[in-house]
């Protein structure tokens, strides 16, 4: 009989900024006293992002719901926007919050992204943008989709989340498509406790951006649209600038973890590995049938042993009640994102679980299955 842990062990515990070097970028920001507005700070972060991104265009925002509406919004997409059901609740309330339709398209079975092969069939006269999303690290097939976005002469937004720092052959990530979305939630492997950005292609944006991010006002005479308000603070930049120096360390911490975890469980009857090459972000499994015993039923009783996993992305953005009735929305038309949903669970990952405890959350999860 296995024992449980003595302490919870949580999806995921965020990387926090050295305190001493962070006291002393507060130190700085009050002798300043600016705090907010396009601050010192928040203009160092933003120009070391620009290149550890290597972003020909950058913008800071409060948080990542906010850079991707507010990316969307500059972008003057209208009618309907082809995406993914299976993402977080932030990708489709952008497009909610800027009138726009969502088009649902089922996912590959493989990287649970955006099947590009049913995309084109969902294109009608309305359709202005592509909106897909990095899931958990896996790469969308990011030619295909500009390829059929250069055809139909529609907009591609890239929702980055989990891929901070990716390269793609060697491209980084956010220099796909039009545009593209990172967050800096305190859960992402790079945080400012709550921030993201906005990398794009087009320099004239980043004055719509900045009028955008601030109620659209342009000087003390002058406002010009309806913007809202979604800086990035000084306090915000002064905790980027600092966990930015860890992230490297944290993503070998985590490759070390990843694969632990692939070692112990790829060869497990029922159990299929989902993020496994680029991911620092996420580490997800699927609890396929061979395993005999169903993924809420393993999430329960892994909690018997105080190891807290999530179902993340249940539920999908198409059975939200706002969404449910749509026709691309029906279960019928999305029956890969469907049966993957079921199926998914996240585990523990962070650069700070010890390998000895991967190994052990690995035996609990074979023990349960015989069980
Ligand atoms: C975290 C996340 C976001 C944005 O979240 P914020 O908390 O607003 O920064 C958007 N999309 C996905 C897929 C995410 O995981």
């Keep these: 009989m296995l024992t449980k842990f003595e302490n919870p062990i949580y999806v995921t515990r965020p990387v926090l900024p050295d305190l001493e070097s962070l006291f002393y970028r507060l130190e700085e920001i009050w002798k300043c006293k600016l705090i907010t507005n396009n601050g010192p700070k928040h203009n160092e972060l933003e120009c070391i992002l620009k290149k550890y991104l290597k972003a020909d265009n950058i913008s800071l925002f409060s948080n990542g719901t906010l850079a991707l509406l507010l990316g969307i919004k500059s972008l003057e997409l209208d009618g309907e926007v082809i995406t993914t059901p299976f993402t977080f609740p932030a990708t489709l309330n952008a ?4 009138n726009l339709t969502p088009i649902f398209c089922d ?34 097939d990011v030619e295909k989709i500009q390829e059929i976005a250069d055809k139909y002469k529609l907009k591609v937004i890239y929702d980055c989340a989990h891929t901070f720092g990716s390269h793609i052959n060697g491209k980084a990530i956010g220099n796909f498509g039009d545009m593209a979305m990172f967050s800096f939630h305190a859960t992402k492997v790079f945080n400012t406790f709550e921030g993201g950005a906005l990398i794009y292609r087009d320099e004239k944006l980043y004055q719509k951006l900045n009028l955008l991010k601030n109620n659209g006002i342009e000087n003390s005479e002058e406002v010009r649209l309806p913007g809202i308000n979604a800086k990035l603070n000084e306090i915000q930049a002064a905790i980027g600038l600092e966990v930015l120096k860890l992230v490297e360390e944290e993503e070998e911490k985590r490759k070390k973890i990843r694969e ?30 061979e395993y005999g015993k169903s993924r809420d039923w393993i999430h329960e009783e892994l909690k018997k042993y105080k190891v807290f996993t ?48 991967v190994k052990k959350i690995c035996e609990i999860i074979k023990f349960l299955k015989e069980e």
């Design 95 to 98: 497009l909610k919050w800027n």
């Design 107 to 140: 996912v590959k079975e493989s990287s649970l992204n955006i099947d590009e092969e049913k995309i084109e069939s969902l294109i009608t006269h309305k359709t202005s943008a592509i909106l897909a999303v990095h899931t958990f690290g896996n790469f969308c």
């Design 260 to 289: 632990e975890y692939i070692k112990n469980l790829e060869n497990v009857e029922g159990i299929k590995v989902i993020t496994k090459e680029n991911s620092c972000q996420y580490f997800v499994i699927e609890i396929q049938k």
């Design 310 to 357: 999530r179902k993340y992305f249940y539920p999908l953005c198409s059975d939200f009640n706002w969404y449910k009735n749509l026709e691309s929305a029906r279960p019928k038309n999305l029956a890969q994102a469907h049966k993957s949903v079921n199926q998914v669970l996240t585990l523990p990952f962070y650069g700070d679980l010890e390998i000895e405890d």
